[in-house]
């Protein structure tokens, strides 16, 4: 949802600010942008709608010079995606530049009051509004760019991550942020800035994560400060960076989202390490165990989330209600947060995201905790806004996940929940002995059984081509596997966008049924277990209107094999975790739909990464 990058420093800025871009071009790709101030002291902006590539290109032959600039990569909010709504944006003088992740919300009411006052505006965008305001604040006031940038903040509402520069202040970028994320590097005289930190990780571990209301002045030779909008100086914390290059760079694979879904073995080996013992017999959450009465004492668990990360949640209530015997209620952020829901004291509210930053899951997490809820996330952007503001979490360990579909972050997500179940079980006693070390060491066995599922890779590529005249999928499931039914649909749509719905393989008769025929094909995920009988019934029911069927079946199950047009084993494992085998056939297949169809996969039309607007 727009990617920010700054650079200040005794490099030549724009090279950095063009890798900074396409590393977080996963945030937004409708058009790409760059403010320089170059070595004749001008002022530059170079702005053009479509990729960061476009952006090279539009640039070439240009002034490209100086050491000190900031960058964006825009996904559109407010004005539809062209070159002049493009960030960055001048003041009405053009000696202030800026760059905007994030929405401002009374932009109306401030674009009327500086239209009335002789500012004139080129583009549609909030963010022009924002920067005309800096000027006429630092006009008015007569204060230097830095308490330029606090004062009109204080006017501002909404959600924002600026970076500002300023022509005869060649020495200084501004920044700040509410609610939308930004990253300051510390190099040797040095300074970054990144929505996270992939576009800094190449120059240096040290960063700081800004707090809501804080402006950070980057100033040559001089120590980073950071201050609130009240002017009262804050002291910050430099954290070391985990991250690795290589885990940004696509490896050898065409594109991150094929890369991703091959490291699920290993991000699941990650997610478990130090949390299953050595010997399979037991589990040890920590957030869990240092928080244990407030799991063993709630009344209820609701977890709330967006998109694949709901679908995982989906996943959690099957699997805390069936381990822990916990009611659970699971909730899509946006809604919840909007309902005035009823959320008690001694409620434990589970908020899941990949980003760590999505608005409606922020808010969710907000909310509950205003309440009295004991918040806890489970998330896997290290240092992201959710893990900060909640009272206790776990992460997903799935490293960085720049294809645009969610991949192996869901596959991680169902692990922890499923790590989570399993450890509230062994500390309530829901759970026999013998069937819980059962299940702690199926768990262990799903990375070797994920590398065995993988091996259909070439027999999927070849059989998605088929289907690439689809207009509509149904995908169904039941039990455990109906979230995994929507979760199959949901990456058919981003990537490919063929329509698909998922639906409970049961619902079919009440709906959906009147849809089938030759030119509709349904995927139905069917392991031997759970309600086995019954989805042979529905697989029975296609086939007698003509459909077609891919099936997702255990491996060895002949009677769904002479069935179904198409069919993908998968190994044997309990019921809880079908889910962890069954997606993965499923991303492949969109995948290799999207591929055939030409489809950006990587980067799907209309979307970004990291939802930080509502
Ligand atoms: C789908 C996808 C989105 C995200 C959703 C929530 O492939 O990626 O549906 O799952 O936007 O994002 P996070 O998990 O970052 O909160």
């Not at 409708?30 to 004749?40: E, K, N, W, Y």
């Not at 400060?225 to 002291?235: G, M």
Request: aromatic letters at 8%; a negative charge.
């Amino acid at each position: 949802m727009c990617g920010i990058v700054g650079y200040i420093g005794n490099k030549q800025a724009y090279p950095i600010l063009i890798k900074g871009l396409q590393r977080l071009e996963y945030r937004g790709y409708d058009s790409a942008g760059v403010a320089l101030i170059t070595d004749q002291n001008e002022l530059v902006v170079y702005k053009t709608r479509g990729k960061v590539s476009d952006l090279e290109h539009f640039s070439t032959s240009k002034d490209t010079s100086g050491t000190v600039g900031i960058a964006h990569t825009r996904w559109a909010t407010h004005g539809e995606p062209n070159d002049v709504n493009a960030h960055p944006h001048y003041s009405q003088s053009e000696s202030i530049a800026m760059i905007h992740n994030g929405i401002i919300e009374n932009y109306a009411v401030l674009k009327a009051d500086l239209m009335a006052r002789g500012f004139t505006f080129k583009s549609n965008t909030d963010t022009e509004v924002l920067v005309q305001l800096i000027e006429f604040v630092r006009q008015t006031n007569e204060v230097d760019l830095f308490h330029a940038v606090q004062l009109a903040l204080t006017q501002v509402i909404g959600a924002y991550a600026i970076a500002v520069v300023e022509k005869n202040n060649p020495d200084t970028i501004v920044a700040a942020r509410k609610s939308s994320p930004l990253v300051v590097g510390i190099g040797d005289d040095e300074f970054f800035l990144g929505s996270d930190a992939s576009p800094i990780i190449e120059f240096t571990d040290r960063v700081i994560y800004l707090e809501d209301d804080e402006v950070v002045r980057l100033q040559r030779g001089k120590e980073p400060r950071i201050f609130n909008l009240n002017n009262v100086e804050k002291s910050h914390e430099i954290i070391k960076l985990e991250m690795s290059l290589s885990q940004l760079e696509k490896g050898g694979y065409p594109h991150f989202m094929l890369k991703e879904i091959f490291e699920q073995p290993n991000t699941i080996r990650e997610c478990m390490r130090g949390r299953i013992n050595v010997d399979h017999t037991s589990v040890a959450m920590s957030g869990i165990i240092d928080n244990k009465e407030k799991f063993l004492n709630a009344e209820r668990i609701i977890i709330a989330a967006c998109g694949t990360s709901w679908h995982a949640g989906l996943i959690g209530e099957y699997l805390i209600e069936e381990f822990a015997r916990i009611p659970v209620e699971v909730e899509y952020a946006s809604e919840f947060r909007y309902r005035n829901p009823i959320v008690h004291k001694g409620d434990v509210v589970i908020v899941i995201s990949q980003s760590g930053e999505t608005a409606d899951t922020l808010a969710a997490a907000e909310l509950a905790k205003s309440k009295g809820a004991f918040v806890y996330g489970i998330c896997n952007v290290v240092g992201s806004s959710i893990p900060r503001m909640t009272h206790s979490g776990s992460y997903t360990h799935a490293g960085p996940e720049i294809g645009v579909a969610s991949t192996k972050a869901f596959t991680a997500q169902v692990t922890v929940l499923s790590l989570i179940a399993l450890t509230i079980a062994k500390e309530k006693g829901t759970m026999p002995k013998e069937v819980f070390e059962r299940y702690v060491a199926e768990l262990a066995s799903i990375p070797d059984k994920m590398e065995e599922t993988l091996q259909v890779s070439p027999y999927i590529e070849k059989f998605s081509r088929i289907f690439t005249y689809a207009k509509n999928f149904l995908y169904l499931g039941r039990g455990y596997n109906y979230p995994v039914a929507l979760e199959g649909a949901l990456k058919l749509k981003e990537i490919s966008y063929i329509h698909a719905e998922g639906y409970p393989a049961a619902e079919m008769k009440h709906g959906p049924i009147a849809l089938i025929d030759q030119e509709m094909p349904t995927v139905v995920i069917a392991p031997n277990k759970g309600h086995y009988e019954k989805v042979v019934s529905n697989i029975q029911e296609i086939k007698a209107r003509k459909g077609r069927v891919v099936a997702i079946i255990t491996k060895g199950d002949t009677v769904i094999r002479d069935m179904a047009d198409f069919y993908i084993e998968i190994p044997e494992t309990e019921e809880g975790f079908v889910p962890l085998l069954a997606a993965l056939p499923l991303q492949l297949m969109a995948y290799y739909i999207a591929i055939v169809k030409g489809c950006d996969v990587d980067q799907p039309r209309n979307l970004a990464k990291s939802v930080t607007v509502e």
